[in-house]
């Protein structure tokens, strides 16, 4: 998020709305972040998507993470350094995006709402589902006003295909073996 945010060729998506939503209520960005993902998780409800404690961290850590880097890292001046932190940014989301849901301890509210449809409807790649979310709050961003530029369409369109590639090689796998049973 910092490393797009520097490089002022344009936010995520996601954050196109945040900031919007930001904009009309005067709320601060990380809390604007942190407040949407209480209804996106309740979207989860008819998809029969669980949290899990990687989804409370992520509901509650992004935001100030974010505010955190911004605070430390240097603006991106010249072109090469401004391109370098957007295709940075995307492929450390994409990277991110697979560790923590293939670490199966639970998605963040929005990514969440991504394998809870793809889960839902298993003939749509993951690619599309991420894909189609992406535009869409993109769509409801702009009309808040939020912030849009190359870096956004390019996160827009390659962030899917990103997750896919990652997620895979990053997903950890079951126990086969049958839990303990309880003691009595």
């Known amino acids: 998020m910092a490393l797009m945010v520097e490089s002022g060729l344009g936010l995520n998506p996601w954050d196109v709305f945040h900031q919007g939503l930001s904009e009309v209520t005067g709320i601060s960005f990380g809390w604007i972040v942190l407040l ?11 998809l029969r998507q669980r949290p899990g404690a990687g989804t409370v961290a992520n509901l509650v850590v ?12 240097p603006a991106g001046e010249a072109m090469p350094a401004r391109v370098g932190y ?14 923590y849901i293939g670490s199966r ?24 589902v991420r894909t189609g979310l992406e535009l869409t709050v993109l769509g409801a961003g702009v009309l808040l006003g939020g912030t849009v ?7 827009a369109v390659a962030i899917g295909p990103l997750v896919q590639l990652f997620l895979p ?3 950890v796998e079951e126990d086969p073996r049958p839990a303990p049973a309880p003691a009595v």
């Open 36 to 46: 949407v993902g209480v209804p996106v998780l309740l979207l989860w409800i008819p």
């Open 62 to 73: 992004v935001g100030f993470a974010a505010d955190a880097a911004l605070s430390v890292l």
């Open 86 to 99: 957007l295709a940075a940014g995307i492929l450390l989301n994409g990277f991110a995006t697979g560790l």
């Open 149 to 155: 530029g190359v870096g956004t369409v390019a996160y």
């Open 169 to 171: 090689a990053l997903t």
């Open 105 to 128: 301890m639970g998605p963040g509210p929005r990514d969440g709402l991504m394998t809870g449809l793809a889960g839902r409807f298993p003939k749509v790649p993951i690619r599309v």
